[in-house]
């Protein structure tokens, strides 16, 4: 094993999908597909996850892929020393030659000396230390039983074995529900990430509609987890939280059944629901959007003229694909061809699916090759996918939008809905240009 440093990245997972369950919601017919995937795995997580956790590390046990990965989808940090490493794995220690732990200890030993700024440590598992059975949960205890005091290590999986990139945060936020202290206080807590930004816009709605109590996991500091218990109310920021919404269920919070804050609806509903869980009148909750709603809808017109009647497709890469669809046909006036996910979560999409105008298609899980032959059928408007998907359609003739950008941009809330309106319309009007 060599500590690397830093980080790179860039490859693509290749896998196969969890079981497609064909099962129709109340109302909905499911294309359940199993087969060949293409999408990034779970390491891509780190990228947005260690801007927000601003005193965490995230130390990488994996290959040279693993690495390449990682420098070319965070690579601009070159002028500040970078808070993500990887530890790669070599040949001897993939041929179980090596005593990987004892050379894990060593790699992390060295790098607390080395950075007393860690207060909290993530071992990100990848596939090549799934696959030598790498245990880094025992790891992760032994290092913080030896490094006592000084910094909290703890483990999650970063591997594409089975999964799509956004579970990389459910994975690591997953991880430290455990370590949230216990109080049963009431409180709102907002759940999975979102840049500073849109925190503070948020804190701002959230404290004009009269709820004080609130917090955000992850929070900027690793060291300042959110308290958790019965008096907790969760309110879900992402869709791919799943897992971590479970683990805090199980410590006593309840979730609110509510939309996703995108678009202007979206952003309503979402705060309206938090309101309606607290008990606050729905007269108070117009109140305080009034303003950031109107601001909201000037901005939004000229990409709703952009983007009506045009005729969109998701395929499966990010799980913000239904959201996002209802999204550019409720607010934007866009016409839904297929809307792929990854894999179709009930309990955190019920809310969206009663808002979600019926697409053509609404499919779970992914048979590449299928998916892409009725792509060229359909020939959507605009096609939103992964990035290794996106150069080769263009080269078809398919105008496509990159679904990682819409992880790594700001889209949440009022603020950011023609943001977000023009992060569609963008490759509309750059393929429409390059026809004259
Ligand atoms: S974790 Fe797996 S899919 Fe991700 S870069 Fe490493 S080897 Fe590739």
Not at 69 to 81: N, R
Not at 254 to 269: D, K, M, N, S
Not at 408 to 424: N, R, T, Y
Request: charged share 25%.
């Amino acid at each position: 094993m060599r500590h690397a440093g830093d980080i790179s990245a860039a490859a693509a997972g290749r896998c196969d999908a969890p079981a497609g369950a064909a099962r129709a919601g109340d109302s909905w017919p499911v294309l359940g597909e199993r087969g060949q995937r293409r999408v990034f795995c779970g390491l891509a997580g780190i990228v947005w996850l260690h801007r927000k956790i601003q005193d965490a590390f995230f130390l990488v046990v994996g290959s040279r892929t693993c690495a390449h990965l990682l420098q070319s989808a965070a690579g601009v940090m070159i002028f500040a020393e970078p808070r993500f490493a990887t530890a790669i794995l070599e040949d001897r220690d993939l041929a179980g030659m090596a005593d990987c732990n004892d050379e894990l200890d060593r790699v992390v030993g060295e790098l607390l000396a080395r950075r007393p700024d860690i207060g909290t440590l993530f071992l990100v598992g990848s596939c090549p230390s799934e696959v030598i059975k790498l245990d880094l949960d025992t790891a992760a205890e032994r290092l913080t039983g030896e490094h006592q005091g000084r910094v909290r290590i703890l483990a999650y999986s970063g591997s594409g074995i089975e999964t799509t990139f956004t579970q990389g945060e459910d994975t690591c936020l997953r991880a430290l529900v455990p370590q949230m202290p216990a109080s049963d206080e009431p409180s709102l807590l907002v759940v999975g990430t979102l840049p500073d930004i849109v925190e503070d816009q948020f804190r701002r709605l959230f404290a004009a509609v009269g709820i004080g109590s609130l917090q955000f996991l992850p929070a900027r500091s690793g060291t300042d987890l959110p308290r958790v218990g019965a008096g907790t109310k969760m309110l879900a920021a992402q869709p791919f939280v799943g897992d971590t919404v479970a683990a805090l269920v199980e410590r006593g919070a309840e979730l609110i059944a509510a939309p996703y804050p995108f678009g202007i609806q979206g952003t309503r509903a979402w705060l309206g629901a938090a309101a309606a869980a607290f008990g606050i009148p729905e007269d108070t909750v117009d109140a305080a959007c009034a303003g950031p709603m109107a601001r909201a809808e000037r901005g939004l017109a000229r990409y709703r003229e952009q983007l009506a009647g045009k005729r969109v497709s998701f395929l499966p890469d990010s799980q913000l694909e239904i959201p996002l669809a209802r999204f550019l046909a409720q607010e934007c006036g866009m016409e839904l061809v297929e809307v792929g996910v990854p894999y179709l979560d009930r309990r955190m999409m019920d809310a969206e699916l009663a808002l979600l105008p019926v697409p053509e298609r609404l499919s779970e899980g992914q048979d590449l090759e299928a998916q892409l032959d009725r792509l060229r059928a359909d020939r959507p408007d605009l096609t939103v996918c992964g990035l290794g998907l996106a150069n080769p359609l263009e080269g078809e003739g398919l105008t496509t939008k990159w679904s990682i950008e819409l992880v790594f941009s700001p889209v949440h809330g009022f603020d950011q809905a023609p943001d977000l309106a023009e992060l569609f319309a963008r490759p509309l009007n750059r393929r429409a240009r390059l026809a004259f």
